[in-house]
């Protein structure tokens, strides 16, 4: 009995804990996009634009390469879904794999480009990308029915400066 009480609990937590992280980036994305005239906003905004260069430091990503665009993926490190990885493809070949708390960057020909990421569902991002842009996606993980369901959403170069990340050193697998 103690064993399923355990077992509840751990899935109640995981449930919780992927639509917590759900909401909170519904909410820093709803707060960022609305503005407003008053003096306190204009203040918060430029002490955000402030910490956001301060933090510029914790990420370091360059220029895109000349007639390229970049896309820096990125994972923040969460404690649900921390056991598992994923690898991030363009049609069927591996460009990187995400582990929890860690980015890479590919470097892509400007135009339309679909990248995909699958465990127990597949969730496929397309994007117009421009060259010398550089663009950014966040990879969470929702809750599935047997396994953890991983999402690529486009986000922000301030979402990616919020924690420090690592450099993902982990290779990407093509799908077969």
């Known amino acids: 009995m103690k064993h399923l009480k355990t077992i509840a609990a751990l899935a109640?937590?995981?449930?919780?804990?992927?639509?917590?992280?759900?909401a909170q980036s519904n909410e820093s994305a709803s707060s960022s996009s609305s503005s407003s005239s008053s003096s306190s906003s204009s203040s918060s905004s430029a002490s955000a634009s402030e910490s956001v260069q301060a933090?510029?430091?914790?990420?370091e990503i360059g220029a895109p390469?000349?007639?390229?665009?970049?896309?820096?993926?990125?994972r923040p490190s969460r404690f649900v879904g921390a056991a598992v990885s994923f690898s991030v493809r363009e049609g069927d070949t591996g460009i990187g794999k995400l582990t929890n708390?860690?980015?890479?960057?590919?470097?892509?020909?400007?135009?339309?480009?679909e990248y995909n990421i699958s465990?127990?569902?597949?969730?496929?991002?397309?994007?117009e990308v421009e060259a010398g842009e550089?663009?950014?996606v966040i990879q969470s993980i929702g809750v599935g029915v047997v396994a953890a369901r991983?999402?690529?959403?486009?986000?922000s170069e301030e979402a990616f400066?919020?924690?420090k990340l690592k450099l993902t050193k982990a290779k990407a697998t093509d799908r077969k």
């Open 119 to 127: 465990f127990e569902a597949r969730d496929t991002l397309r994007l």
């Open 65 to 74: 390469p000349e007639g390229k665009a970049q896309i820096v993926f990125f």
């Open 55 to 59: 933090a510029a430091k914790l990420n």
């Open 134 to 136: 550089t663009y950014y």
């Open 150 to 155: 991983p999402n690529l959403t486009p986000s």
């Open 101 to 113: 708390g860690t980015y890479f960057v590919h470097v892509a020909e400007p135009g339309t480009r």
């Open 12 to 22: 109640l937590t995981f449930a919780l804990g992927a639509t917590g992280a759900y």
């Open 161 to 163: 400066q919020e924690k």
